[in-house]
């Protein structure tokens, strides 16, 4: 949800922010971030651990990044989203305030307060930064949708309970429900 009804804000605004206080700058909008919940944040915990294990054993040297964590997608300082996760191979993108570029791999849990901008206003934004992969974690609808940019393919959306392998990760497989418990 906008913070105020302006869109003219900056990155300046973005980095003014008070301590404590996140959003989101896209397409001069500042977007307030509602609080997570604890199944939330147990999804990005999660998350997180399965792929930063995939990369250690497989020797990767990509950086897999829990929000809060500032991506400005096109290294062009208008545009910065907190992905829940993001994943970063190319190391010359990560600087002190987060990563200047789109990342490899992001992960989004929809929240009742996130779904159009997970679905709609982000999915058109990674799409057009680069991003190469992109899986929007639904817990409400049990159900994972992937983007696979880099091939251009419709999503595909699979069930919580159904195994799906990563496209930036090959031989990643991945099965929801192994770690999801519902409330």
């Avoid at 990155?11 to 206080?21: E, T």
């Avoid at 990563?166 to 409330?183: D, E, H, K, M, R």
Wanted: charged share 20%.
């Amino acid at each position: 949800m906008p913070l105020m009804k302006n869109n003219n804000f900056t990155s300046k605004d973005y980095w003014s922010l008070p301590d404590g206080k996140r959003a989101e700058l896209i397409n001069g909008i500042l977007y307030d971030i509602a609080p997570p919940s604890f199944q939330h944040q147990k999804l990005v915990s999660e998350v997180t651990q399965l792929l930063g294990t995939y990369v250690k054993v497989h020797g990767g040297s990509c950086e897999v990044i829990p929000a809060p964590f500032a991506v400005n997608l096109q290294a062009d300082d208008k545009d910065w989203v907190e992905p829940d996760v993001s994943v970063i191979c190319d190391h010359s993108k990560l600087t002190s305030k987060g990563c200047e570029g789109a990342p490899d791999l992001i992960v989004e849990i929809v929240s009742p307060s996130s779904r159009k901008m997970d679905y709609i206003i982000k999915n058109g934004k990674y799409a057009e930064a680069g991003v190469r992969e992109y899986w929007i974690i639904d817990p409400e609808k049990e159900r994972i949708t992937i983007y696979n940019y880099e091939k251009d393919a419709a999503p595909v959306i699979y069930p919580f309970a159904a195994p799906f392998e990563s496209a930036v990760f090959p031989g990643l497989q991945v099965t929801i429900a192994s770690f999801y418990t519902p409330n």
